[in-house]
Nanobody
Framework: VQLQASGGGLVQAGGSLRLSCANS????????MGWFRQAPGKEREFVSS????????EYADSVKGRFAISRDNAKNTVYLQMNSLKSADTADYYC?????????????????WGKGTQVTVSS
């Protein structure tokens, strides 16, 4: 299993970005996938996750109504559409896979992590 995140970059406040996380290894059947982020000097925090079938999603309060998670199991890919970006969203974003829901799982219990993709929001 190899999770590869992409789509990060520099964007102005109020703008949008779409992150992708592709799994190039075996299909993680039944696994939820999601996103965490870590800002400089801060701990890694949960952002969003989606169940295997896509029927259940969860979001951190700080991104509700602005971010949308989705997945395409045929492509082994999960997406994070980020709208109305704020400077507070600046962080390295990491995709992850594990048992749903990911929000209440310690980092050590997450089965798989991808490398981060950097998002910088300028004000």
């Amino acid at each position: 299993v190899q999770l590869q995140a992409s789509g990060g970059g520099l964007v102005q406040a109020g703008g949008s970005l779409r992150l992708s996380c592709a799994n190039s290894g075996r299909t993680l059947r039944t696994y939820a996938m999601g996103w965490f982020r870590q800002a400089p000097g801060k701990e890694r925090e949960f952002v969003s996750s989606i169940s295997w079938g896509g029927g259940s999603t969860e979001y951190a309060d700080s991104v509700k109504g602005r971010f949308a998670i989705s997945r395409d199991n045929a492509k082994n890919t999960v997406y994070l559409q980020m709208n109305s970006l704020k400077s507070a969203d600046t962080a390295d974003y990491y995709c992850a896979a594990g048992s749903y829901p990911l929000s209440n799982r310690p980092a050590g219990s997450i089965n798989y992590w991808g490398k981060g993709t950097q998002v910088t929001v300028s004000s």
